[in-house]
């Protein structure tokens, strides 16, 4: 293929329906259905009102999508979609319907990695190349720290998170403080009128056994617990206090967790991605360490970190263009895939 590829990215793994087009590294459209309203009164994701939801907006959202771009579906040269992680009913929405819109086009469809998908889309935000970088991707749902030799056929987990997520951590806590779903947002807002040295929260996984051991590993279930004690224990808490010292706690521990992955590696990049990524305060601190140990930092838009259809449709171009093999039609949606695992393959 010799021109730029135009490729149409569906992404289902969660509560939004998200549809990108993009040519080459250049985006055309990224429209976003969210039933996160629909979810907010139950205080988190309920599997089976995301499946309905993505099934009654996956073609409006097609077509609102073709509409921004200019285009035709004559114009498409692949489909890309997250074949996993993610709730596997509505993974299958996405999975079915791109599987549909390939077979009908006559056009290689690519099963991606959502983890990949979200590093992937830093590309929209930066002309430089990903080089061989570190990558923290926090998200509702996931935690790892890895390393990115090639974001089209080479990914390492170097950590994980052993129990809670930094993002489920977020709305969880901002549950117990009646702060609303989703937490992120809502703890980021509060925070910002606390004090972040209020509250001594405890960090996981980072005493000296622990770096001896799994040293970029993450645990937040210990933090969440340690704030859910201390509100039941102090009933004239300050809630913004409380709100920036649990935030510092978790920023302080992915960042200092990601810097130590750069140090040992001798890699001196590092992209952090995910829904955690667009926390004002995570972004402040990744920067002051990256720019104290001359590490180069990217980070997407905020708007890029939510998940969207437009990573998806990136990592689809980047495989296109790297004559990636796509996937077989039929191929089956891997609620667990591993993040080493970039895409299916015939």
């Known amino acids: 293929m010799k021109h730029d590829p135009v490729v149409i990215g569906i992404e289902t793994s969660c509560d939004e329906t998200a549809i990108g087009i993009v040519r080459g590294r250049t985006l055309l459209a990224n429209v976003i259905a969210s039933s996160v309203e629909e979810h907010a009164r139950f205080g988190g994701v309920v599997p089976e009102i995301a499946s309905r939801a993505h099934l009654e907006a996956m073609l409006p959202t097609i077509e609102k999508a073709l509409y921004d771009s200019k285009l035709t579906l004559a114009d498409i040269d692949a489909v890309a979609v997250t074949a996993g992680p993610g709730l596997i009913g509505a993974l299958l929405v996405g999975v079915a319907s791109a599987s549909g819109l390939a077979l009908g086009l006559g056009k290689p469809i690519f099963g991606v990695n959502h983890l990949a998908s979200h590093v992937a889309v830093d590309l929209l935000s930066h002309d430089e190349p990903i080089k061989p970088t570190i990558a923290l991707l926090v998200s509702g749902g996931h935690s790892s720290l890895l390393q990115v030799d090639d974001i089209t056929s080479s990914i390492t987990k170097l950590g994980e998170t052993m129990d809670d997520a930094a993002g489920e951590a977020f709305d969880k806590i ?16 509060e925070a910002k009128l606390g004090n972040s040295t209020a509250i001594d929260f405890p960090r996981g996984l980072t005493q000296s056994s622990d770096w001896q051991t799994r040293p970029y590993d993450f645990s937040f279930s210990g933090l969440k617990t340690a704030v859910a004690r201390y509100l039941e224990a102090t009933p004239n808490f300050v809630r913004s206090d409380v709100a920036a010292s649990f935030q510092e706690a978790i920023v302080d521990v992915l960042i200092r967790k990601a810097v130590a992955a750069c140090r040992a590696t001798g890699i001196d990049s590092l ?3 995910g829904g955690v990524a667009a926390n004002s305060r995570l972004r402040i601190v990744a920067q002051e360490q990256c720019d104290k140990f001359k590490i180069a930092l990217r980070i997407p838009s905020p708007l890029m970190c939510t998940d969207n259809g437009a990573m998806v449709a990136t990592l689809g171009s980047l495989l296109v263009s790297a004559s990636r093999p796509p996937s077989h039609i039929g191929f089956e949606a891997d609620s667990s895939m591993s993040v080493t695992t970039i895409s299916l393959t015939l």
């Not at 549950?175 to 779903?181: K, T």
Request: hydrophobic share 55%; no cysteine.
């Open 271 to 273: 992209v952090i991605a």
């Open 174 to 189: 901002a549950r117990i403080m009646n702060l609303g779903f989703p937490g992120g947002p809502a703890i980021d807002r």
